[in-house]
C-alpha cells in the first residue's frame, strides 16, 4: 500500500501560479510511475501529466504551462502549475503505481491515490 498525500492547492488568479506537493511518507519512489489528474463534477478524471524515470508526458491542453518533477530523495513530486486560468479549476490528484510506463494516461490503471486537492482560478 502505497500512502500519498497531496498539498499546495488554493484560489488564484488568472495568469498566477501554484505549486502542487504529492509526497509518499515512508516509501521509496524508485521504479513507480507517477501522475497527475484533475476532475470537475460531473465529468471524468482527466490525465494532466505522469512522469517515471526520466520521461514525462503532459495533457496538450496544459503542454507549455505545467511541469511535473520528482525529487526521489524526499519521495516527493510536484506539478508546478503557470498562466493558470479558470479551466483549470479542478480538483487535483496525485496518483501511483508500479510497473511500465505505458498508458500512463489511464488513470484506471493507478492503484494508488492521493485525497485530492483543489484548485480555483478566478477570471
Known amino acids: 500500500q502505497v500512502h500519498l498525500v497531496e498539498s499546495g492547492g488554493g484560489l488564484v488568479q488568472a495568469g498566477g501560479s501554484l505549486r502542487l506537493s504529492c509526497a509518499a511518507p515512508?516509501?521509496?519512489?524508485?521504479?513507480?510511475?507517477f501522475g497527475w489528474f484533475r476532475q470537475t463534477p460531473g465529468k471524468e478524471r482527466e490525465f494532466v501529466a505522469a512522469?517515471?524515470?526520466?520521461?514525462?508526458n503532459y495533457a496538450d491542453s496544459v503542454k507549455g504551462r505545467f511541469t511535473i518533477s520528482r525529487d526521489n530523495p524526499k519521495n516527493t513530486v510536484y506539478l508546478q502549475m503557470n498562466s493558470l486560468k479558470p479551466e483549470d479549476t479542478a480538483v487535483y490528484y496525485c496518483?501511483?503505481?508500479?510497473?511500465?510506463?505505458?498508458?500512463?494516461?489511464?488513470?484506471?490503471?493507478?492503484?494508488?491515490w492521493g485525497q485530492g486537492t483543489q484548485v480555483t482560478v478566478s477570471s
Open positions: 496518483a501511483a503505481r508500479s510497473g511500465s510506463y505505458g498508458d500512463y494516461a489511464d488513470h484506471g490503471l493507478y492503484p494508488y
Open positions: 515512508g516509501r521509496t519512489f524508485s521504479g513507480y510511475v
Open positions: 512522469v517515471s524515470g526520466g520521461r514525462v
